[in-house]
T-cell receptor, first 114, second 114 residues
Framework: GESVGLHLPTLSVQEGDNSIINCAYSNSASDYFIWYKQESGKGPQFIIDIRSNMDKRQGQRVTVLLNKTVKHLSLQIAATQPGDSAVYFC?????????????FGQGTRLTINP | NAGVMQNPRHLVRRRGQEARLRCSPMKGHSHVYWYRQLPEEGLKFMVY????????ESGMPKERFSAEFPKEGPSILRIQQVVRGDSAAYFC????????????FGPGTRLLVL
């Protein structure tokens, strides 16, 4: 079954604050993780990825942290802007039914308050 | 650089009709993946194809659903004798060289079965 889940289904933050979106996974053999952003009516948009040989990776205003010990992944967005409002999905490259595939979590809806 | 293209963007069918969804991968990508998304849910893997080959169809319903990626032309997801439960957003993604690579998504086709 699915092995990726999120702690919080919704998150509301003030514009300019930092946001942290969390994700738990259960497949310890997974070695590649991706965060996607999905705006209403659109397809998932790649934000940032990380491989299991790293514990932190930074992009523009975003940072992904990977804690393999507790099988936890987080996405940090600095100085959130109205355009950051979307649903954020973590995805895990894992072995499901004997084949490697990308497994998506439930998603967290991020709302930015003015 | 054109991204992943999907058409139609919206498709309305009556029960019992056929639905054909098309996906053109990014230039230089020869691996295509189809996902299905219900409202307020994450994406669920359906099928993984390379040119002229189905690599993994473990997420595809055994009946009524089929997929192809011919040598020339787009990938096609075909749903025969649609039922109301087939109503969903269907997303296509592509990658340059298979699993372990980042998958880039198209805008999706929203199928509504009346």
């Amino acid at each position: 079954g699915e092995s990726v889940g999120l702690h919080l289904p919704t998150l509301s933050v003030q514009e300019g604050d930092n946001s942290i979106i969390n994700c738990a996974y259960s497949n310890s053999a997974s070695d590649y993780f991706i965060w996607y952003k999905q705006e209403s009516g659109k397809g998932p948009q790649f934000i940032i990825d990380i491989r299991s040989n790293m514990d932190k990776r930074q992009g523009q205003r975003v940072t992904v942290l990977l804690n393999k010990t507790v099988k936890h992944l987080s996405l940090q967005i600095a100085a959130t802007q109205p355009g950051d409002s979307a649903v954020y999905f973590c995805a895990e490259m894992g072995i499901i039914q004997g084949a490697q595939k990308l497994v998506f979590g439930q998603g967290t809806r991020l709302t930015i308050n003015p | 650089n054109a991204g992943v293209m999907q058409n139609p963007r919206h498709l309305v069918r009556r029960r019992g009709q056929e639905a054909r969804l098309r996906c053109s991968p990014m230039k230089g990508h020869s691996h295509v993946y189809w996902y299905r998304q219900l409202p307020e849910e994450g994406l669920k893997f359906m099928v993984y194809l390379q040119k002229e080959n189905i690599i993994d169809e473990s997420g595809m319903p055994k009946e009524r659903f089929s997929a192809e990626f011919p040598k020339e032309g787009p990938s096609i997801l075909r749903i025969q004798q649609v039922v109301r439960g087939d109503s969903a957003a269907y997303f296509c993604a592509s990658s340059p060289s298979g699993l372990g690579e980042t998958q880039y998504f198209g805008p999706g086709t929203r199928l509504l079965v009346l």
